[in-house]
């Protein structure tokens, strides 16, 4: 399984999860996107499924800023558009946040989901912070995997489980800042990374939220 990304330079390089995945060469830099290609677009209808991996060749990243992102959706990209399952994100700009993912965690998260646990593993050991994102979303990336179908209800509690986590860590932030809490007071820690993406630029990944 290919890991592509078709980068648009829209954001700091020093910064870029894609740009930082390239350089490792645990990605590749492409100009086009083939068909056979799962294109992770956060306005698709559909959600990535395990299912789907017997018919793809790749996974491809567009790496863009949020603020762009919808017009640049509205354009044809060739590929299966998929969006990514509420996921909770791991990169200490957006810590906690659902779906606020780097380039890196959604191609990582993706690669989890059909059943490439090894890919996934390597892509977020390139950041500090990428095992965190792990421990925070493990458990859902393994339910995600044995969903068969969006309808299935167990697939609809584990989006409302994923929302009522997001709200309680938000307010457990909220309790450590009123408190004067160190970061350390704080159940999980955040990390800085010079691959972190900066908040008016963020890697796209995941759905739109």
């Known amino acids: 399984m290919r890991i592509n990304i078709l980068m648009l330079n829209q954001d700091d390089p020093k910064k870029c999860t894609a740009a930082k995945l390239i350089r490792f060469r645990l990605a590749k830099n492409v100009t086009g996107v083939r068909p056979k290609t799962i294109l992770l677009n956060p306005f698709s209808q559909k959600t ?3 299912q789907e991996k017997t018919n793809i060749q790749s996974i491809t990243g567009v790496d863009c800023s949020w603020k762009k992102a919808e017009k640049i959706f509205q354009k044809k990209i060739f590929g299966i558009p998929r969006k990514l399952p ?7 700009v957006n810590y906690s946040k659902i779906n606020k ?5 959604a191609l990582a998260a993706s690669a989890f989901i059909i ?9 977020l050991a390139k950041f500090n912070w990428g095992h965190t994102f792990l421990e925070l979303n493990e458990n859902l990336l393994k339910d995600y995997q044995k969903a068969k179908s969006e309808d299935d209800e ?13 709200d309680e860590m938000l307010d457990h932030q909220k309790h450590a800042k009123k408190n004067k809490l160190s970061l350390e007071d704080i159940s999980c820690l955040l990390y800085t990374s010079d691959a972190a993406d900066d908040t008016p630029c963020v890697d796209l990944g995941g759905r739109r939220i």
Do not use: Q
């Not at 167990?154 to 997001?166: K, P, R, S």
């Open 115 to 123: 059943g490439k646990e090894e890919m996934c593993f390597d892509l």
């Open 48 to 50: 990535l499924l395990n």
């Open 154 to 166: 167990d697939y609809h509690a584990m989006i409302i489980h994923t929302n009522g986590v997001e």
């Open 86 to 92: 509420p996921l909770l994100a791991g990169n200490p």
């Open 101 to 105: 993912l780097t380039t890196a965690e």
